[in-house]
Structure formats: structure tokens, C-alpha cells
């Protein structure tokens, strides 16, 4: 049997005593980070299927919610949930809040689709929304710092990225475009007040996007790149005159 | 050659400018576009209201115009207004004489709108007055905005009349630019003015000043207003049009 030296055991001992300590030092320490993490983890984490992202706040005519395949009439107050697609009819008008404070207002004979949903109770949010047919204003608020906030509308032929603004995408299917009458499937974009940034991904590769700020417009018709922006309503206006 | 031949060969020659342009651009496609039944078809409803004053001559008139979409390029235009010319004679008053008292007629019009190339349109109209005019009348509107995917594109805007009932042409020409932009209006800066002469008329008559328009986008109305001098001395004048507009 092999005596330990005194001097060994003390040493030995005090090296696991500061292991202990250490450990416990880390242990301490790793607990609150973890704890923070999970907590951030349970103010940011995606919103999945079934959970609520926002609620209906404005509500005049017809409009209907679909979730898994079932048809809902729409009404203020009701919960919308990641993944429904929400419609209105020809004289409806909707108005939604997601959490974290985006609001969307679709206009009539609009459809969307939420299909992403990141939301954090402070400051981060980031939320995914597809425009299949008709006009969407969006307002992000921008009482958060903008470079946290974010939100992304998609057509079948553009996206449009923004941080803290209020905008207007439509996604017109059936009508002549106007900077390009022989394209049918066109989408535009209208800032209110601050930037967007508007690509199309079915462009040719190498395609650049536009910034768009407040008071323009660009229009991205069919595989095209977005038009360089001009006046919002340029457009609508046409001929200017005394008649 | 009289100074009413040289602006109504101006008009011409801005037409053929214009068809020009319209050939020659590269996106036009038009041979397509111009065959090109536009499905949905597209209705348009402009209704206007404009005044004029000054201490010779002053005049309201309001009305409507429909348009009709045909091709993706040619549209029906109707036009029906209702005047009111209270003392005087000016730039696009069609009586012979400038008697006092307020004459009133209706004027009804029809014709087309060619919109060869994104941004510039001609309307051609043919009709006739009803009332204290009676008489023919044929107009051209040209508009053609320039650099219009920029921040502040150019409009100018090219209008001439003929009156039979006094045998006088009156042309109109403006040019604006988009000073500002926001979310919900624009405004538009420029000059304008109107030369008009033959018939009753006789020698050229002019006028001209600064253009101020507003564009309002939520109610797709504009207000334009003008002011300036000339052979009707100071005058001002103010027009307001709203749009309405259906698919098929």
C-alpha cells in the first residue's frame, strides 16, 4: 500500500477544493446564461403553427380566415395563427396587428398568408407575409430601433424588405401592367415613409434590386427587375391638364 | 404666314414628334400592343371643373370625359362640358364677338386616345357646341412625361382647338416637373401659356406665367393653377379634376 506524502494530500486537496470551486464558479455563472439564453429563447422564438402571432383590430365587410383547410368568418378580436390565410371580399377591409406591433391592413379582394413569424416581446421582430392576390399596407412601428425590427412581403415576383416604415405592396394577376401592358402579373410598391428594398427573384441572375423611399413607387413586372423609382402616382395621374 | 398657322403647324409638328418618339422606342411593341384586344377592359371617369378670370375676359366650364379601353394602346374618349362665358373674349372662348352677358353652351366630343409608349398619350376629339355656340370643334391633347423613372420627371402637355363658330385655333402648352413627392401627394412646377389667333381673333393673342399643380394620390385628385399676363392683362386660373376608374 502506497502511503500519500502529506504535503501530495494537502496539495491534492486544495486542487479539488478549487475544482469545487471552480465548478461552482462556472456552475453560477452557466446558470443565469443559460437561463437568460431560455428566456430569450421564450421571448424570441418563432412562432409555430397553432400559436397566435396577432389579432384582428379593423373590420368592415366581408372577410374570412382560413386555417387547416377550415373556413372562418373573420372578426375583430379573433387570434390569427402562424400559417392561416386571411381573404377579403370585394367591400371588405381588414386590419391586422401582429405581436411585437407590425400592423397590416388588407385592402378589398386581397389574400394573404403568414408564413413566418419571429417575434421577441422588446425589441426583435421579423415576420414573413405572403401577398397572393390584391393590396397590403403594412406599418412597421417604428418606435423600436429600426435595425431590429424587420419585415419581408412576397409576391410571386418580388420581395419587399423593410425596417421600420409604412408601405404598400400590391400583387395585380389579369391586368395589363402599365410600364409594361403586355405583362399581366405585376407587383408594386408604394412608400409612405421610410426605405424599402424591393428585388424580384424570377429577374435574370445578376439583377439588382431598388431602394425605394418615401414618396415613390416601383413597379416589378412579370421576370423584370423593379423599374427605377419614380413619384408615387405618377403613375395614376397620366395626363396632367386643365381639360 | 400667320402667327395661328405657325402653332397650328407647331401642333403637327409636335404630333408627328410625338408618333416619332412612339416608333422609335425601344419598348413600345407597337404592333402587338396596339392590335392587342386589353383584357380586362378598363373604364375611366374623369370629372373636371376650371375657371378663369382676368379683367377682359372670364369663364367657367365643368364636365366629364369617359374613356373606354380598346387595344392596350387605343382607347374610345367622350367628352361632354358645360361653359359658362360671363364677359369678354379670350384663349378658348369660341363666340366672335366679346358681348356682355353671360353666354352659356354645352359641348360634346368624341374620339380616341393613342397611348403608344408608357408615359405619353394623344387624345384627338371631334364634336360640336350646343347653345349660344353652335359650331364645330376639334381638339388635340398631347402629354408626354420625360425621365419619368427619376425622382422628378417632366411633363409636358400640348392642347389645341379649332372653332368653327369663329373660325379661331387656341393652343395651350405647359411644361411641369414633380419638385416634390410624399405617401399621399406630389407637386408639380412649371410655366405654361396659350397663343391663339386667326379667325375673329386676327392677330396672334398670348398669355403665360407659372404653373403650380397638386397632386392628391388617396383621392386621385388634381388642383392646377396658373397665373400670369398677357392679352387678356393679369389673369388667373384654377382647375380641379378627380378620377374614377373600373375593370372589367
Redesign the interface.
Known sequence: MKMKHPRHSAREASIASARRGTLLFVAMRTVPVVAILMAMLAFAAPAFAGEPVGSITRLTGSAAVIRGGNRLAASVAMSVMLHDRIETKGDGNLTLSLRGGTELTLIESSTIELDEGVVAEDRRRSSVIHLLVGRLRAIVNATVSDQTSSLQIRTSNAVAAVRGT?FEVAFIE???C?????CTRYTTV????GKVEVTNPTAPKGSKGVEVT???ETNVPCETPP????????E???????? | MRPWRIAAQAARLAALTFLTVAALAP?S?AG??FL?I???G?LGL?V?G?GFGSDTYSNTHA?F?LEQSIT??LGAVA?V?AWQIYQGKGYDSPFPTGATGVRTFERFQGGIDFTPV?GF?L?VLGGRDVGNSNAAVIEG?F?G?MF??????I?F?F?SSHYYENNVTSS?I?L?Q?V???????L?AGGGGAIWGGGTAGQPNGQGGPDL?L?I?EL?T?I?L?FGYGSSHLYG?V?I?T?FGW?E
Not at chain 1, 402599365?178 to 403586355?182: A, R
Open positions: 409604412d389579369g391586368k395589363p402599365p410600364v409594361q401592358p403586355s408604394g412608400v409612405y415613409r418615401g414618396g415613390y423599374t427605377s423609382p419614380s413619384p408615387w402616382g405618377v395614376e395621374l397620366g395626363a396632367p391638364g386643365y381639360h | 419598348t411593341r402587338t400592343d392587342e386589353r383584357r380586362p378598363h374623369t373636371f376650371s364636365g370625359q392596350n394602346q367628352r362640358s408608357h398619350s387624345i391633347d402629354s412625361w419619368l423613372a427619376s425622382r422628378h420627371p411633363n402637355s392642347s395651350r405647359d411641369r414633380v416634390y413627392s410624399t405617401g399621399r401627394w406630389f408639380m399643380s397632386y394620390r386621385r388634381s392646377d396658373q386660373l382647375g379634376s378620377t375593370d
